[in-house]
């Protein structure tokens, strides 16, 4: 046998079994890495780019002049280096694989080079490229330009008001005195004075801008407060009656407050309020916690999951002790402060901790007897603004809290809860303004932080503006008005979501109801099996129905005989049937009683069975005076000539 055939046999055999098997090249050698000349390569690199950027930061301290100069040497000096490295790591590493050589040359090991290398390197390029530089230089300073427009824009306040845009809400014809918002931004809720509770969802609303769910949480009461919890799962309801209500989102009752005993002189004795609220809110950070005030003359924190009882009590007082009606209650953003606006014009703020003495305590805030609407801490946490009922805004320092830093007058307040919020940036507080009735129109009023100019404002409607809320997520505005309208104001450009969302939906048409008609064709001609039933009358099929006792639901018969069927006969066994049977039936004429008693005269007289057995032996025989004739004369004479006696 010749051994050529023999090996050729042996060749195809191999390549057929590789075929099958599915993989090819059983004699192939694996690659090989030389593992010391990557790591020496890696540390040449470093090295190089240490050394480059060394250079680098020496050319800034000499200057741009001497930089300019010197800057090509150490670059030309570095790369020749550098190319002379490569050169010897390939002729080194010449034994490796040339898969692996050009795999390693393809990446880039070691760290990569700062950023303010780069730039400066692409400095120098574009300043020998020549020519081409002037047209970059112009861009660069046309993009300075355009940043620096930015940063004004971002230092100018007012600019970041989003007023360009709005939509209103038709609450109801009252003052919307009450408004809410979710953390998310995704439900407002109104309340006003017409009792009820709005809710709106800015996403399922389209252009009709109608409201999904409305209420009447509190019955007859108007609603003073609503505001939503931390997390957004329920709502705090403060109306005008002593018990607030926490509702979930879909306005369902979660809890109410109990009612305090008015009959107990100490209202820190008594477990919940005992007259009309005024406010309430929740705390920042703990989700369950809510504060109320009132008019029984004291502020009570409550726990959600206690309603039995408040969870404590701050008085407010005088300086002469007395007590004080609390108008407006706030937590500071920390939650670890408790502030009061009272009756008398004080501001009274307590550690929350601490319910006995007052941590800061202004005598003279705002003018006696006005009521304070509002306080609120802007949200660095060392300022508080407060709107008074004497038409002024006030802004004071926690720090130093004997005067205010600014004031502001002339803002005319109606109502016992007109806003004042501060903008989301910190840099504004806004309030709204009160009118009469065809007086003018209520205004926005927007107010610089540090300067306390008025910078800004808003003309809302022809009527008074209540209800103010900046929300800082949305950078949208909510405003209540006293003609029952509750306006949004937004932009399309600076705010998100929110308003945005219903704009941009089409109204729905109503559905209209549809209705299938089948012809009704006439064969006159047809065979029986195939011919329709003639339509009837209605009238004739009632009739029909009528006679039929299921369809016409015919009373059943009374029951004859002992009963059947678990129902008992007219007449059975029972005592109520007896009753009706023999006594409320009874035919006997009983309109005459001395009749009736005398009925039984002749057998009583016979057989008696009471009184007369027990007298027959004892009683005596009666006797009876005679009746004389000259009785019978003058029973016989006339009745005046009868003498009186």
């Not at 109306?239 to 979660?254: H, P």
Request: proline content about 5%; some cysteine.
């Amino acid at each position: 046998m010749d051994p050529n055939k023999v090996g050729e046999d042996r060749t195809s055999g191999d390549g057929d079994m590789a075929s099958v098997m599915g993989f090819s090249g059983f004699g192939k050698k694996a690659r090989t890495f030389d593992l010391d000349a990557i790591f020496e390569q890696t540390r040449r690199t470093a090295i190089e780019r240490s050394q480059r950027a060394l250079e680098e930061r020496h050319m800034e301290e000499e200057g741009e002049s001497s930089k300019s100069t010197k800057a090509s040497v150490p670059t030309q000096k570095v790369k020749s280096a550098a190319a002379s490295s490569r050169k010897q790591e390939s002729s080194s590493d010449s034994g490796s694989d040339s898969d692996a050589d050009s795999d390693s040359d393809s990446e880039l090991i070691g760290p990569p080079l700062p950023g303010q290398y780069t730039a400066q390197g692409e400095e120098e390029l574009v300043r020998r490229s020549g020519p081409a530089s002037s047209t970059a230089h112009s861009d660069d300073d046309d993009n300075d330009d355009d940043e620096g427009q930015e940063d004004e824009d971002d230092n100018n306040p007012v600019k970041k008001i989003p007023d360009t845009h709005e939509i209103t809400l038709q609450h109801g014809t009252k003052t919307v005195s009450a408004l809410g918002l979710d953390p998310s931004g995704a439900r407002l809720v109104t309340g006003g004075y017409d009792y009820d509770v709005r809710f709106w969802d800015f996403a399922g609303m389209d252009q009709a801008l109608q409201a999904f769910r409305s209420l009447q949480p509190c019955e007859c009461h108007q609603i003073k407060t609503l505001q939503y919890s931390v997390t957004g799962d329920v709502i705090l309801v403060v109306s005008g009656n002593a018990q607030a209500k926490v509702l979930d989102r879909d306005g369902f009752n979660v809890m109410e407050c109990v009612k305090g005993d008015q009959y107990i002189v100490d209202m820190a004795n008594t477990k919940g309020h005992t007259a009309m609220l005024n406010s309430g809110c929740w705390h920042p950070k703990i989700k369950e916690e809510f504060m109320t005030c009132s008019n029984d003359g004291t502020v009570r924190t409550w726990d959600l999951q206690s309603e039995k009882k408040h969870k404590s009590v701050f008085k407010p007082r005088s300086f002469q002790g007395k007590k004080v009606i609390p108008t407006c209650c706030s937590y500071s953003r920390d939650g670890k402060l408790v502030a009061a606006g009272c009756q008398d014009g004080t501001i009274q703020i307590w550690d929350r901790n601490l319910s006995v003495h007052t941590k800061f305590h202004c005598k003279q805030a705002h003018i006696p007897g006005s009521e304070t609407s509002c306080l609120s801490f802007s949200y660095d946490g060392m300022t508080l603004a407060s709107r008074g009922g004497d038409d002024t805004l006030k802004l004071w320092d926690i720090r130093n809290f004997r005067k205010p830093v600014n004031v502001a007058t002339g803002l005319t307040n109606y109502f016992s809860m007109t806003d004042c919020c501060f903008s989301p940036d910190d840099k504004l507080i806004v309030t709204g303004t009160s009118v009469k009735k065809e007086e003018g129109s209520g205004k926005l009023v927007f107010f610089d932080r540090a300067s306390f100019q008025r910078v800004y404002e808003i003309e809302v409607t022809d009527a008074s503006v209540v209800r103010c809320l900046w929300h800082p997520k949305l950078n949208q505005i909510m405003v209540g008005t006293g003609n029952g309208l509750a306006k949004v104001y937004y932009d399309p450009v600076k705010s998100h979501r929110g308003a945005k969302l219903c704009v941009v939906k089409s109204q729905r048409k109503e559905k209209q109801a549809e209705t299938l008609t089948q012809d009704y064709i006439i064969t006159p001609h047809a065979l029986p099996m195939f011919r329709e039933a003639r339509q009837r009358s209605t009238r004739k099929q009632l009739e029909k129905d009528r006679l039929d006792p299921k369809k016409s639901h015919k009373p059943e018969p009374p029951v004859s005989g002992p009963g059947r069927g678990g129902r008992v006969a007219s007449h059975g066994g029972t005592l109520s049937s007896f009753i009706v049977k023999n006594i409320a039936l009874d035919k006997t004429d009983d309109s005459n009683p001395r009749d009736a008693i005398l009925r039984h005269a002749k057998d009583a007289s016979e057989n008696p069975y009471w009184v007369a057995p027990a007298y027959t032996h004892t009683q005596p025989e009666p006797v009876f005076a005679e009746e004389s004739e000259e009785d019978e004369e003058a029973e016989k004479e006339p009745e005046w000539k009868k003498r009186k006696i």
